[in-house]
């Protein structure tokens, strides 16, 4: 799997758009990125995930560079109950999976 | 559905018993896995199986086992417990090998051992 970056942590308004980065500068052109978050306590849920174009759906959208060496996660409106902590994620076909430390958002009143 | 589901919730177990942690899914999934993930840190994971009879370690297997007789169960067998077995464990599920599609997790598995 394709290593990722990922800032620790960030912050956001309420109601505002959060945009969390990752970098994966050594991936390769049958990898996926994708993103998932864990609320404190729960299992990992899946966000979205794409290959090389830009994807949205109902609960964000994922921008992808054209070189694919880094993506955006954007939560257009954040609430309060999207503060999570955001792992963003390589894998090819194969499956598995390495998730990192990712990053703490927290969403402030 | 229910998804993945894991039983139990909690448990504690001092040094050197063993248990099972069950989990099960009702996706017809092929894929499933077992992580586990300490305070503060991201989710290793342990063992996984892409069907029926057929299992492979993950990164961090010592002191773990598993079987998948069936499609829907993948049960995790620590056999000595040890303190640094001290964690969450998820289960997990997915769509088969070329499916860009997702893992379904379960709600995990607080196991302190003392």
């Known amino acids: 799997d394709a290593k990722t970056t990922q800032p620790p942590s960030m912050d956001c308004a309420e109601g505002r758009a959060a945009n969390l980065p990752c970098n994966h500068s050594?991936?390769?052109?049958?990898?996926?990125v994708y993103w998932y978050r864990q609320i404190h306590s729960q299992g990992p849920q899946y966000i979205i995930h794409g290959l090389k174009n830009n994807e949205t759906n109902e609960m964000a959208s994922l921008i992808i560079t054209e070189d694919r060496k880094s993506s955006t996660l954007i939560l257009p409106h954040a609430t309060l109950r999207d503060t999570a902590v955001y792992y963003c994620i390589v894998t090819g076909g194969y499956q598995k999976v390495t998730f990192g430390t990712g990053t703490k958002l927290q969403v402030i009143p | 559905n229910a998804g993945v589901t894991q039983t139990p919730k909690f448990r504690i177990l001092k040094i050197g018993q063993s248990m099972t942690l069950q989990c099960a899914q009702d996706?017809?999934?092929?894929?499933m896995y077992w992580y586990r993930q300490d305070p503060g840190m991201g989710l290793k994971l342990i063992y996984y199986?892409?069907?029926?009879?057929?299992?492979d370690k993950g990164e961090v297997p010592n002191g773990y086992n598993v079987s998948r007789s069936t499609t829907e169960d993948f049960p995790l067998r620590l056999e000595l417990a040890a303190p640094s077995q001290t964690s969450v464990y998820f289960c997990a599920s997915s769509y088969s090998m070329g499916d860009p599609r997702a893992q379904y997790f379960g709600p995990g598995t607080r196991l302190t051992v003392t």
């Open positions: 050594t991936i390769s052109g049958n990898e996926y």
């Open positions: 996706m017809n999934h092929n894929y």
């Open positions: 199986s892409v069907g029926a009879g057929i299992t």
